[in-house]
Structure formats: structure tokens, C-alpha cells
């Protein structure tokens, strides 16, 4: 599935899933795109993949993929990976299939965050990049 087919994730009683949505001290800096776990999830773009990695340092079963373009960075969290790193991937490419964060955050709603990051290493926000896609 296309992350631009997913709906966004609305608020619930861990916050909200929009760019920028109050995390405590910090702000939320991607978008949550609601799905069930186990859902294969589709490349956000063409590019190549450079980093497997891990949202938490005290969990090592949470993934995410990072594909890189034109020196931007796209990373979709909470997807156990099917692909490595150095693999070529398009939009019709599966990246993996995402995971169920209720055992870390009880009743939250089931999602995958996605987050870009520009050739200056800066986080963008990516709601104009959903939206482009779902024309
Ligand atoms: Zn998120």
C-alpha cells in the first residue's frame, strides 16, 4: 500500500499524528499514516536505500527504511524491512511490512510515521508530499 492511501492518523490518546503536533517538550517531525500491522507498504519514491535502522535504542524490533533521492532523505518507520540496504526501489516497490506499536504504546492508533529530510539535512515536512501523490 501507497502511504498516500493511508489516512492520516488522527489524535488519539498519545497525541496527534500531523508535522509538528506537540510531543511534550519536543514537535512531532513527520506524519502518521494509519494502517493495519502487517500491511506491505510501498516506497515513497524511487531511489536507493541507505540505511535500515532503528527507531529505539531500547527496542531493537521497531525498524525503519530510509531511501534516498536527489540528496533528500525519506524514512518510513515501524516497518519490518524486506529489502537492504544498496537495493534500487521504486514506487511500485514493497519495502516491507509495517509493524504493531501496541505493545509500546497501548490503544495507540496503528500507523506508520514517515519523515524527510532535505540535501541540508534539515527535517521538511512531508503533508505536501502525501498530497502531491494522491492526485
Ligand atoms: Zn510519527
Do not use: W
Amino acid at each position: 500500500m501507497h502511504l498516500y492511501e493511508m489516512p492520516f492518523r488522527r489524535c488519539d490518546g498519545h497525541g496527534c499524528g500531523g508535522f509538528g503536533d506537540s510531543r511534550g517538550a519536543r514537535k512531532h517531525n513527520g506524519v502518521d499514516l494509519a494502517c493495519r500491522p502487517g500491511t506491505p507498504v510501498n516506497s515513497p519514491v524511487s531511489g536507493r536505500v541507505t540505511k535500515l535502522g532503528y527507531p529505539y535504542g531500547d527496542d531493537l524490533s521497531f525498524r525503519y527504511v530510509e531511501i534516498s533521492t536527489n540528496g533528500y532523505r525519506y524514512r518510513v518507520f515501524y516497518v519490518e524491512p524486506t529489502v537492504a540496504e544498496g537495493d534500487e526501489v521504486s514506487r511500485d516497490s514493497f519495502i516491507g511490512q509495517s509493524q504493531s506499536l501496541n505493545g509500546r504504546y497501548s490503544d495507540i492508533t496503528e500507523h506508520v510515521h514517515f519523515e524527510v529530510m532535505n540535501p541540508a539535512g534539515e527535517i521538511v515536512d512531508p503533508t505536501p508530499i502525501i498530497f502531491a501523490q494522491q492526485r
